[in-house]
Each structure stands twice: as C-alpha cells, then as structure tokens.
C-alpha cells in the first residue's frame, strides 16, 4: 500500500498561470502582467523548448500588400482546412507583434537598409525574417525573457512540472497540480485562469527534431481534464534532420534550400523533380515523402543534402550554427554531402481553441504549438509557428484577463484542498521500465503512425497504445513516468485520428487510401475524453 506524506506547502498563490516558457508562454506572460500576478512554470530551465531551436525565422508580411498572400500561401499549405478566421488574425495580427519585438530589443538581419528577407517553401514572397542567420529561435526568446524579467508582476518557477489540471466541482479550471523536479514535492498552484503553452510531442517519435521537453505533456493533460482535441493526425515530418548514428538529430533548416541546396540519394542523382515541379522547394510534406520514397527504393536509411556547390564563405556565414554543429560531428557542409532523413518536427493539432486562445474548458487557454487555433490546417507553412506564439499567445492572455475580470471576487480562492502524496514503495510489484517502454513507443509510433500510413498499421498501433495505457493507469511519480504516459496518451490521440481520417491529406497520408479530399475531408476530427474516462483531480500518483 502507497504510504503517504502530510500535505506539501502549495506555490505562492497566482491570479493567473503560465504553463510554458517559449515564446507563447513568454508572450502571454507579458501580456498577463497589467492584469495581475503571473506565475510562470517550466520544467527543466526556463530558456528550454523548440523556440530556442528554431532556425529558419518568422514569416511576416513586409507590406500590407503581402498580408493577403501570405493568409493564401497559408491557407494552401493547410490544404483547406485551416479555420479562415484565424488566418487573418495570424496574417494581420503579426506585423505589429514582430515590430513590437523588435522595439524590446529583437536584432533580425539586414541587408542594406533594410531587414533581410528569405523565402522558404510554398512561400509566394520573401517574407522570413531571421536573427543570427541561423539563430532566430535563440534571439526571439531571449528578448522575451529579458522582457518578462523585468515586469515586477510576474514570478517564476523553473524545474516545476505541471503533473495535471485542476478544475473545481463545475468542471472550470481552476490552477494546476505541479512537482517540484528538485525536492520531490507535489503543490498545488490555484490561479483565476491558466494558460497552457507546453509546445509539442516531437518526443513521441524515434526521430524527431525536436528538444526532449516536448512529450506533449499540455495535450495529455488537457484532454484528460475534458478539453476539446483537434486533428492530432496531422503531424509534420521535417524534411531534413542530420542522420548520423549517435548524434543529436540537429535540424538543417528549409532556408539552405532556400538557398540553393538539393537533395541527392545515396547513389548522388537528384530526384526532387520527379516528384514536384517545385522540386527542392515542394511543400514539407512532399519532400518527406519524397525522401522516403528515395530511401525505400534505394535501401537506405538516409538522402543528402548538398551544399557543396555553394560558396564556403556564404554558407559559413548565412547558416553559422548548422556549419559549426556539423563540424563538430566531423561533417564540413561545404566540403562534403550530409546525410539527412524526414523526423517528426511539428504538432499541427492539438488543444482546441477559438482565436482568442479559449479551450472547450472555462478559465483553460492555450497557445503556441499545444494549441489548435486553426492556423495550419493539414501543413503548416514553414516559420508560422513562432508567428503563432507571438500572435495567440497575446491574445490568450487578453482573454484571460478578460475571463478572471468577469469571476466574482471570492472566486479565485474558493477552491481549496489539501492533498496527500503518494510515494513509490522500494520494488514497486508491476515494474515498469519506463526507458524501455518509452523506446518501444517511439519506435512504433515511427514505423506505424509515420510518414506513411495505413488501416491496417495504425489499428495494430492502437491495440498496444491501448495496452500500455492500461498499464500505466496506475499512479505515476517521477517527472520521467508522467512524461511516458503523457506521450502514450498522445500517440494514442495522434493513432485514433489517423484512422478516423480515412483519406490522405497534407501531412497525413495513408498509403491505402492515397485519394486527397476524399469524402468528409473538410471536417475536422475532435476527440475528447468522456465524462466517466476524465481523471480526477490530481489523477496523477495524488490520492487525497
Ligand atoms: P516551446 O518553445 O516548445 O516551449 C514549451 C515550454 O513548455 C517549455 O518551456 C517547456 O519546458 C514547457 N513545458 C512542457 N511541458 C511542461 C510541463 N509538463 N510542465 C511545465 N512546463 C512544461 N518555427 C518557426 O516558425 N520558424 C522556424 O524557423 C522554426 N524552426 C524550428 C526548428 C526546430 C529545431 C524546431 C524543433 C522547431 C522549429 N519551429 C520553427 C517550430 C517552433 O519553434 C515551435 O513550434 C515553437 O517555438 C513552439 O513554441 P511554444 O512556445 O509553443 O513551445
Ligand atoms: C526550418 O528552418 O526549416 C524550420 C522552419 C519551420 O519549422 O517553420
């Protein structure tokens, strides 16, 4: 029997809470400042998740003649099933949050008098700005942080993992349940509205380009305290991630195509033409699926990036960090191909939300890549997504503040509840081997849910999610056993759409039904836990 420990102190009381430390977290945190007391929570340190990494840079419409392209670029690449309405909010909406960056300190690239613009795939126009040349993830965050360290209203709390939600008796979320990673302990944070900005599930994937903060923890635990879950089919494979055997799988960034680079199979022939007229520059989904395509027919587990007829000097200074990172792993990119392979990059579904960041759940809003706001559709178009966070991760906070304004006085603080922590006894019975599971989960997710799909694969896929969540129903304690079942819930949401959507479409392909627009194509797949499946409050290794 779990032995149990009296009641850990809770966090010091917030009106609002941050979920989240990229730049929607971030953007939603200086918005929520004016309002009242912001308390930002992150697991791991503060700086950590794919913002930082982001390379290629942010599209922005330079002109207001281009805002209109750059909502129809956005809605092809979606494939139709963007919600239009969000578009416009995302294409009108980013010029100003970009400039207003820019005025806290941001430093983009210029040329000439002005800012240096590039053009990445399925972009009419040169629209990407960028920092650092290849850094522009690691300057927009930084002048974010800086911004929101310096607003006296906002307190922070790195290493806290947000286990679950909590909602009072009338289903309205109500704060969190978190474990501070360094003493163990188990808090509750209560707060008059919280806004989830947790980033994506990359981690569900053997090959990902993603940081291994992103489980799509903010997905699980939306969807297990009832929120809404919107086309987790749609999974975007990043065309090309460096593939050498016990490397990190660093992103080479869409712009060196951009640029001129091409893709060559291991036998050097081009093939990008035989599969798009666009060729290097194709959408995402059709170079990986290209790619792989190239890899089956030829045996191999990789293609090439070539760079090596490009001036050294301009590669060394347009794409330093890909450069230096290469050379680390004994690979000069101006001298000799790389090696690279499709890995899972982008969650284009996720927690449902209106353009203004509210969930299905009262008080719950989210922004940034845990978000569905209805920006990507099937594909999202390269460099929205930190455009997304800056825009929705704004507007989540304005409608927080709006939604805590309306609550009664008394409302913030009438949820009270102590709780118990339930401890591991040495030698639990069922050991689990979360490590194994976890590479066991990554690799069927990869080989069944991946770049190409089919009926008969994702049902396989599904019967073994369900039996490790069965598994793991029992009551889990330390960040890592949370995070495995967080993203077995999440490649669960990601398998059960894939097999609802009986047709291919932008990301989602399915190697038995390849026929795009099949019929029912324009519904959007929502998933969402029924009453009788919702964890309770603090159903995570919390009895009361
Ligand atoms: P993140 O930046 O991932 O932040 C998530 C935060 O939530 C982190 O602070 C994390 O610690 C915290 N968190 C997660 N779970 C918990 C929990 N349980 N408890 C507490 N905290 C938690 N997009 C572009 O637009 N342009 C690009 O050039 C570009 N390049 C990219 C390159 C790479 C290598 C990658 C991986 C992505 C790239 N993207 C790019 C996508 C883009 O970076 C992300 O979609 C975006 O940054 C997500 O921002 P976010 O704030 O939603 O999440
Ligand atoms: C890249 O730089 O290729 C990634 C851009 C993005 O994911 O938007």
Redesign the pocket.
């Known amino acids: 029997m779990p032995r149990t420990r009296p009641p850990t102190p809770t966090l010091p009381a917030a009106d609002f809470l941050v ?9 939603a945190a200086i918005g929520l400042n004016r309002a009242g007391r912001v308390l930002v ?19 922005v419409a330079p002109e207001e003649d281009d805002i209109a392209l750059h909502r129809d670029d956005t809605v092809r690449a979606g494939k139709g099933l963007c919600r239009p309405e969000a578009v416009q909010v995302l294409v009108e909406e980013g010029p100003a949050r970009v400039q207003e960056l820019i005025r806290w300190g941001a430093r983009f690239d210029r040329a000439g008098d002005g800012y240096a613009l590039a053009r ?1 795939a399925a972009h009419s126009r040169h629209r ?1 700005l ?1 920092a650092g040349g ?1 850094a ?2 690691t300057e ?2 930084r002048v974010l942080l800086e911004r929101a360290r310096s607003l006296p209203q906002i307190a922070w709390r ?1 290493h ?4 679950d939600l909590l909602l009072d008796p009338h289903g309205r979320c109500v704060g ?1 349940l ?2 501070d990673e360094s003493s163990g302990a188990v808090k509750q944070v209560r707060a008059k509205a919280v806004v989830l ?4 599930a ?1 981690q569900i994937y053997a090959r ?4 291994p ?6 997905i699980a ?1 939306a969807y297990r305290a009832g929120a809404l879950v919107e086309d987790m089919e749609f999974v975007q494979f ?1 065309p090309t ?1 460096l593939y050498l055997p016990a490397t990190p799988q ?2 080479l ?3 060196m195509r951009g640029e001129g680079a091409v893709l060559r199979n291991i036998k050097g022939e081009v093939f990008m033409k035989r599969y798009h007229e666009m060729a290097e520059m194709a959408p995402r989904d059709i170079v990986s699926r290209a790619i792989w395509n190239e890899m089956v027919a030829t045996s191999a587990r990789h293609v090439y990036l070539d760079v090596t007829h490009l001036d050294p000097g301009f590669i060394r200074s347009r794409f330093p960090t890909i450069y230096a990172t290469c050379l680390r792993y004994d690979v000069d990119i101006t001298e000799e191909m790389v090696p690279v392979c499709p890995s899972a ?3 284009m579904g996720g927690v449902w939300t209106d353009t203004r960041g509210a969930t299905s759940v009262p008080g719950l809003f989210a ?5 569905c706001a209805g920006v990507h559709g099937a594909n ?1 178009l ?8 800056l825009v929705f ?1 704004a507007r989540a906070a304005e409608a927080a503040a709006e939604y805590a304004g309306h609550l009664r006085p008394e409302r913030g603080a009438s949820f009270e509840r102590d709780l118990a922590v339930g401890e591991a006894e040495d030698g639990r019975g069922d050991h689990l081997d979360m490590e194994k599971l976890l590479n066991s989960l990554r690799r069927l997710m990869w080989e069944q849910v991946g770049i190409i799909r089919s009926g008969q694969r994702l049902l396989s896929a599904l019967t073994q999610l369900e039996k490790w969540e069965e598994r793991l129903r029992d009551p889990c304690r330390t ?1 890592r056993e ?2 495995v079942r ?1 993203m077995v819930t999440v490649g669960r949401l990601v398998t059960t759409a894939a097999l609802q959507r009986e047709h291919s479409l932008g990301a989602h392909f399915r190697s038995d039904h390849p026929e795009e627009f099949g019929s029912g194509w324009e519904r959007h797949i929502h998933l969402q836990a029924n009453a009788s499946a919702r964890a309770p409050v603090g159903g995570a290794g919390v009895t009361e």
């Open positions: 979920i989240g430390s990229g730049v929607a977290g971030l953007r929570l992150t697991k791991g340190s503060p700086a950590e998740g794919s913002s930082i990494y982001a390379q290629g840079g942010v599209a990445e990407i960028r290849d522009t993830g927009m965050v790195d806290h993992f947000t286990i969190a978190v474990l900005a947790t980033g994506g990359g990902t380009t993603n940081p903060v992103a489980t799509g923890d903010g635990m990043h991630a660093l992103l960034t869409e712009a990059h982008f969650m922004a940034g890549e845990v978000a999202r390269a460099s929205n997504s930190l455009l997304e966070g991760g960040r949370l995070e967080n």
